[in-house]
């Protein structure tokens, strides 16, 4: 039997092992998946052309020797397009192309974006020497690869007016640090979406011009990557536990976007302010760093700062011995939320005017902090309760997402047959 083509597409490899955990579901379904994607652009210079990062095969768009996206499809004929985002012109490129080819496409979350506040109209707060430097460092690349990419693709598939509209809205809301505000423009919206929680399905109805019978839960994969299991929910509320005196303190990388913090320099002065005002209080201090600051180098200015940082091996069992945590609005917070942790939503310092999503807000055990002074007295002001009462039972049914969590590829897998199988 021969087997069928799922082509994934990102900018870059960084979202590899997002996909690399699909490839054993997909085969088991008859299908083989590869990443295309475009880092010798920016992003990736120094790819391999071709190369396994796991089991997930990869290319860079340099192997196809300047062949275009509309030939590139048409060469590999995939059952399916898969994307872990849709805001990149790049990915609405492929996107268009896809639709005009008639290749069913596939939008994965690649988090719970219910964690941030998306009724914010723009980043809270925005850094704005931040982002005159991140809007510095991607122009060269947009203005000579990405765009006319994304112009060709409005050409070749014959947009509308409106459409080219969309386009220059689109590069003014990126200017003001307001990208992430209201709907997306219409060729972001794919033959199917899947998100890791239930709280998400509302979200990608309202912003990729999604219908509710084409958005589908497949479970959180971040739970399966800490080892967290279905007996571990609300396991930190046993009123025969002890907890420790160390707080864990969780980031979102909101550097990395312009927001909040204005160098490296300055995100790791946060750090250790923290660190120093709840050593005060009598606590231990850890931080869980965002993917991303592995890959920038952070991560090992925060460790030469005398910062602990908490691998992704040690992540679950630290929050179960925690006395609770302190969180910026990131996908991982959701996992001493789900254990049954106190959780401090931070508001101190330069986080004073950051906003957190209803998922956060709605638990019943999130105060938010406004001094970071106030960690000690917040901690001992959530009422604990020693079984999980109907408020939280309901938060934990609508965030969890299906158990168990490491049945998500296999979900992601179905979804992807019943769509190719209905062409």
């Known amino acids: 039997m021969k087997r069928q083509l799922i082509m994934a597409f990102d900018s870059w490899t960084g979202g590899a092992g997002n996909l690399e955990r699909l490839v054993p579901a997909l085969r088991e379904k008859g299908y083989d998946i590869f990443l295309l994607h475009i880092g010798s652009w920016g992003h990736d210079k120094e790819r391999a052309v071709e190369e396994h990062i796991g089991e997930l095969m990869v290319r860079d768009i340099c192997y ?168 571990d929910l609300g396991s930190c509320l046993d009123a025969n536990r002890s907890p420790g005196n160390e707080l864990v303190y969780i980031d979102n990388a909101l550097l990395e976007v312009g927001a909040v913090f204005s160098s490296s320099d300055d995100f790791i002065h946060h750090l250790r302010c923290t660190q120093d005002a709840v050593a005060a209080q009598g606590f231990r201090f850890s931080v869980k760093l965002h993917p991303v600051h592995y890959q920038t180098g952070i991560a090992s200015e925060v460790r030469a700062a005398g910062i602990d940082v908490c691998s992704d091996d040690e992540f679950l069992n630290k929050l179960k011995r925690a006395a609770g945590a302190i969180v910026e609005p990131s996908s991982a917070a959701l996992l001493p939320c789900l254990l049954g942790l106190p959780v401090l939503l931070a508001r101190y310092g330069k986080l004073s005017g950051q906003n957190y999503g209803a998922i956060l807000m709605d638990y019943p055990l999130a105060r938010q902090i406004y001094e970071i002074e106030e960690v000690k007295g917040s901690l001992q002001r959530i009422d604990v309760c020693s079984s999980i009462d109907r408020k939280l039972q309901d938060w934990l049914i609508n965030n969890a997402g299906p158990m168990p969590a490491n049945h998500m590829p296999e979900r992601v897998a179905d979804v992807i047959q019943s769509l190719t199988h209905a062409q």
């Open 64 to 231: 196809y020797d300047g062949m275009s996206i509309q030939d590139i499809l048409r060469r590999e004929r995939p059952q399916a397009v898969l994307f872990l985002s849709m805001q990149a012109y790049a990915h609405r490129a492929v996107n268009r192309y896809c639709k005009a080819l008639g290749i069913p496409t596939v939008h994965l979350y690649h988090g719970v974006v219910g964690v941030q506040d998306t009724s914010a109209k723009r980043l809270n707060p925005v850094s704005v020497r931040r982002q005159v430097s991140l809007i510095a460092s991607r122009l060269t690349r947009n203005v000579l690869r990405v765009w006319p990419l994304y112009w060709r693709a409005l050409w070749n598939t014959g947009a509308s007016l409106q459409d080219w509209v969309w386009f220059v809205r689109d590069v003014w809301r990126q200017v003001t640090a307001r990208a992430y505000s209201g709907p997306a423009a219409p060729d972001t919206a794919t033959s199917v979406c899947m998100v890791y929680t239930r709280a998400d399905i509302a979200h990608a109805v309202e912003r990729y011009w999604m219908t509710e019978e084409s958005v589908f839960e497949v479970g959180n994969p971040d739970l399966m990557k800490f080892g967290l299991r279905q007996e």
